[in-house]
């Protein structure tokens, strides 16, 4: 059993679902590592990680639009607010989504579906940079 890290970072230029298959992709395939499973983990409080659609961008936009919806930025609304309005709202839809993703590597590639793609979801209105520790395990 072999296993490899790596830390991919990425530079959101604000909210939205950005996606990182590519990086991904490409990592896992220069591994050598044929079957195993990949564990994809986001170092933030304020972003997450989804497994989504990637070929339709209308999806995107209405995952966006939903999650603006139920954790809403409304000035007043939060006690938590040390960076902004958008702070305590990032928290939350960081919560309500994922910071780890484990996903089966098949012939040196993460086993995705056809239309699956990894999308950092950056909940913060700003550009920022993320960290995803990237863990690898198998043969």
């Known amino acids: 059993m072999r296993q490899t890290t790596m830390i991919l970072t990425i530079e959101t230029p604000g909210q939205g679902l950005h996606e990182v298959t590519r990086p991904i992709l490409r990592w896992v395939h220069d591994s050598g590592i044929v ?16 497994i989504q659609e990637n070929a339709a961008p209308a999806a995107r936009r209405d995952l966006e639009a939903y ?11 939060y006690d938590h607010d040390d960076e902004g309005p958008d702070d305590m709202p990032a928290h939350l839809r960081a919560a309500l989504t994922h910071v780890q993703l484990t996903v089966p590597v098949i012939n040196r590639a993460p086993a995705l579906g056809t239309w699956q793609g990894i999308y950092l979801f950056e909940h913060r209105r700003a550009a920022h940079t993320r960290h995803l520790a990237l863990h690898l395990m198998g043969e």
């Open 35 to 50: 079957a195993g499973l990949l564990t994809i983990f986001c170092q933030h409080t304020s972003a997450s990680l989804l």
């Open 67 to 77: 999650f603006a919806c139920i954790a809403p930025e409304d000035a007043g609304r």
